[in-house]
């Protein structure tokens, strides 16, 4: 099984999300993190408008978007996962969660920058914001 079946996998479990999204999502964003010179910038630039297309979904199906992180999370010396959380509330208060975790992956394929902040740091993430057509 490829690294990418078990994101499909994984992707399942994801509401209402489509197995293959997540899979598609998480490669290509690993794509970008291998680029030498990726900045959280550029991680959040290639992120935000596949979050927001998530976001759109949810409140298309009567959800109201709440909060949520992006995370680039070191598993050991030699790995790192790459997670999204969001939460949003029913017509009837209750939140939801909607989140995936993608499977270890070799810190040798990030970018050189990032592999040494996330050394540092562990944990690199970022808020993950409304789109500005549902902040109204």
Do not use: C, W
């Not at 490669?27 to 993190?33: G, M, T, Y």
């Not at 010179?37 to 408008?49: G, L």
Request: proline share 3%; net charge negative.
């Amino acid at each position: 099984m490829s690294k990418f079946d078990v994101l499909k996998e994984i992707g399942k479990n994801v509401l209402d999300e489509k197995a293959e999204d997540v899979a598609l999502f998480f490669k290509e964003l690993i794509r970008e993190l291998f680029r030498p010179n990726s900045t959280i910038d550029d991680i959040k630039s290639y992120v935000n408008p596949h979050i927001d297309k998530i976001i759109r979904e949810q409140t298309q199906q009567g959800l109201i978007y709440s909060a949520g992180k992006f995370r680039i999370t070191k598993v050991d010396e030699e790995h790192f996962a790459l997670a999204y959380e969001m939460y949003f509330v029913d017509k009837n208060g209750k939140y939801r969660q909607v989140s995936n975790l993608s499977p270890a992956m070799e810190v040798r394929n990030l970018s050189v920058n990032l592999q040494k902040d996330l050394m540092v740091h562990r944990i690199i993430s970022f808020e993950i914001d409304e789109p500005k057509e549902l902040s109204i």
